[in-house]
């Protein structure tokens, strides 16, 4: 057999050579790992801008882009230059070593040569609020958002839009950016994987044994839970839905804690969420750079007879080449579900046409004329 350090090692009867032989394989292995920690490849060279970077979504944003290796070059941007200074800094001291990180707070700056960009740019929920609450302000952050884009990067890739009412505000950023629909996805994720978490908790068990979980169109206080994607320990939840294990006032119990489980997380709190859908939207940019898929739906512009002229989470598919939805098709109450999520979103988008901020929807291909 052939000799290495370990069978040498053994054949010695010199304990202190032993002991030093020992230390000099326990540096080699150091040195590698830290060698391999300092040459850490990026999964893109292309710019990343994170707006909205100061806040505690968007910072956390930064860090997770970060410690997942998704770029060398990131752009931090927020127009509160003191605290955008501080986000900086800690990014500066935890090592990032292989990435360059920048900062601004001139938006010109922050998007020129983005590749990509994902923005929590908006007022955030307080107490008391709902995301639809948040509706004129944001609408108007979404509409100059989506000008900056076109002024400074319009051959951005991808832009993840997750300030709320998401569905709206990255309606508004698709049609001032003239981008493609499948350039811009807005965040819809949290409220499967908070499905998924009520359902582990109820059975008590592990979350990846909860599987399927989904909620389609808005991101809000109508939006579609459904049962029919999901299994529990390999069983289909419906057939467990009315039963002891999961009774029906249960499922309506659990369906109401999914719905506001933003509001939860405030209560418990006392801000809104910021750790999860800082993930998930990382989550997304990363499947837009081609690395691993999204797991979960995701907002997309919908224009399918059936539903028309929205963004709302659809199942998705997000890869180098964009976002693309196909339609889902659930139970009666589901699709019924579903249907109603859609007028509450046009409702909010024909308020915000009446507000002004964007054109009705027959003059939208003049301002992107991916739009018809």
């Not at 929205?310 to 589901?334: H, L, N, Q, R, W």
Request: hydrophobic residues 40%; neutral net charge; contains cysteine.
């Amino acid at each position: 057999m052939k000799k290495g350090y370990f069978t040498f090692v053994t054949e010695k009867k010199n304990i202190g050579e032993t002991a030093n032989i020992i230390n000099k394989i326990c540096v080699l292995l150091t040195n590698t790992i830290i060698k391999k920690q300092y040459s850490m490849k990026a999964l893109t060279d292309e710019k990343l801008t994170i707006v909205g970077a100061a806040g505690m979504i968007g910072s956390n944003m930064a860090q997770t882009a970060l410690m997942m290796g998704l770029t060398s070059n990131i752009c931090l941007y927020d127009p509160f230059a003191p605290a955008l200074e501080g986000v900086a800094e800690e990014m500066f001291q935890s090592g990032f070593e292989y990435a360059n990180i920048t900062f601004t707070s001139d938006i010109s700056e922050a998007l020129r040569g983005a590749k990509y960009v994902v923005s929590s740019g908006g007022a955030a929920r307080k107490a008391g609020m709902t995301r639809e609450d948040l509706l004129k302000g944001n609408a108007e952050i979404a509409a100059q958002f989506g000008k900056d884009l076109r002024a400074n990067c319009p051959d951005v890739k991808h832009v993840v839009v997750i300030f709320n009412p998401a569905d709206i505000t990255g309606l508004i950023t698709l049609l001032y950016s003239g981008l493609k629909p499948s350039q811009v996805s807005t965040l819809a994720a949290l409220d499967s994987t908070r499905l998924q978490t009520a359902l582990a908790q109820h059975f008590g068990i592990r979350q990846n044994l909860v599987k399927g979980c989904r909620t389609y169109g808005g991101h809000g206080e109508q939006m579609a839970v459904f049962a029919s994607t999901a299994t529990v320990d390999g069983k289909p939840l419906l057939d467990l839905i009315g039963t002891p294990e999961l009774t029906d006032e249960q499922w309506e119990d659990l369906k109401v804690k999914v719905i506001q489980g933003g509001k939860r997380i405030i209560e418990l709190r006392g801000r809104s969420s910021f750790q999860s859908p800082s993930y998930l939207s990382i989550e997304m940019i990363r499947a837009a750079m081609g690395g691993e898929a999204f797991r979960w739906p995701a907002g997309t512009y919908v224009h399918s007879g059936k539903f028309d002229h929205i963004m709302m989470a659809m199942e998705t598919e997000i890869t180098k080449d964009g976002i693309f939805y196909k339609e889902v098709e659930g139970t009666p109450k589901e699709n019924a579900e579903l249907a109603d999520s859609y007028v509450h979103l046009s409702k909010l988008r024909d308020e915000v046409i009446s507000m002004g901020i964007i054109p009705e929807i027959h003059l939208w291909h003049t301002l992107n004329p991916h739009m018809k």
